[in-house]
């Protein structure tokens, strides 16, 4: 069994404790860039972009224990050249978007914005002959925090809490059934809480990592980290839900929602039940 962890921002406060040993694990834990549900083995346990859920559902199951949920500004901004209430059709450039950055635009695109991606759809590299026709850049992490020097930015978690009233879930856990057969998960998701709650005492430590040699303006960076909540409550679990709805359209994630281990009967969360009866 292994602890991976996504290698983006926004898992920072989670990851950095962790690499840095201020939290020792007695799991082995990785970290990767892009973590994607193929990389996730049955025994497992990772923190992962919410959107991969839904290729995981057969085989995972969500822990509510330790997130990732954006209550403030974020690191996923979609920025236009005019307004976006001018753009009609356009195709849309993902760049250094993770799966929830993609996935967010999706669920906003038209119901939010107006705009309808063209038959060129999202565009991932700038080698793409339609790249250059974009309108719509949709960009994640450091550069994001910073306001372009021309033309327009919508934060798009908090574009989703106007639309929708609940909080963009950037990250969760998924176990997978076999640890959770073999009453593993437990242990690990001990670490990753641990993990997070360092991240929160040792905030401006871990805003330094983040920050790196970066020019990034500390106080926006503070302002995102301070909104960031490591807990999926019933409302998150909801908008979870409603952004897999809403943002699954054309994407390589089917539209099926993720099972939550709270859903088990607690003796089988707890792994207190023999193997045969929790899987």
């Known amino acids: 069994m292994t602890i991976l962890i996504d290698d983006v921002l926004l898992t920072a406060p989670i990851r950095v404790p962790l690499v840095e040993g201020w939290v020792e694990s007695a799991i082995p834990v990785e970290v990767r860039s892009p973590l994607r549900a193929a990389d996730i083995g049955p025994e497992d346990i990772a923190l992962i972009a919410s959107p991969e859920t ?41 760049r250094h978007a993770t799966a929830t950055g993609e996935m967010l635009t999706r669920a906003l695109l038209k119901p939010y914005f107006g705009i309808t991606a063209s038959s060129a759809q999202f ?88 920050a790196g040699d970066s020019d990034v303006d500390r106080e926006t960076l503070a302002e995102m980290t301070n909104n960031l909540s490591f807990t999926l409550h019933a409302d998150d679990r909801r908008s979870l839900l409603n952004l897999i709805a809403r943002g699954s359209w054309g994407s390589r994630f089917p539209q099926r929602n993720p099972v939550f281990r709270d859903d088990l009967p607690s003796d089988v969360r707890g792994g207190t039940r023999n193997e045969g009866a929790a899987s």
């Open 54 to 94: 839904t290729l995981l559902a057969a085989t995972h199951l969500v822990a509510s224990e330790v997130a990732v949920v954006i209550e403030g500004i974020s690191p996923i901004v979609l920025r236009t050249p005019v307004r976006p209430d001018e753009i009609d059709e356009t195709p849309i450039r993902l």
């Open 123 to 210: 565009i991932t590299s700038d080698d793409d002959p339609n790249a250059a026709q974009a309108q719509v850049v949709v960009v994640e992490g450091l550069d994001a925090l910073d306001e372009p020097e021309a033309g327009f930015q919508t934060d798009l978690a908090q574009a989703w809490y106007v639309l929708t009233g609940g909080h963009a879930v950037s990250h969760v856990v998924v176990v997978g059934l076999e640890a959770q057969a073999r009453g593993l998960a437990d242990q690990a998701l001990t670490t990753l809480k641990q993990a997070a709650e360092v991240g929160i005492e040792r905030r401006r430590e871990v805003r330094t990592v983040m």
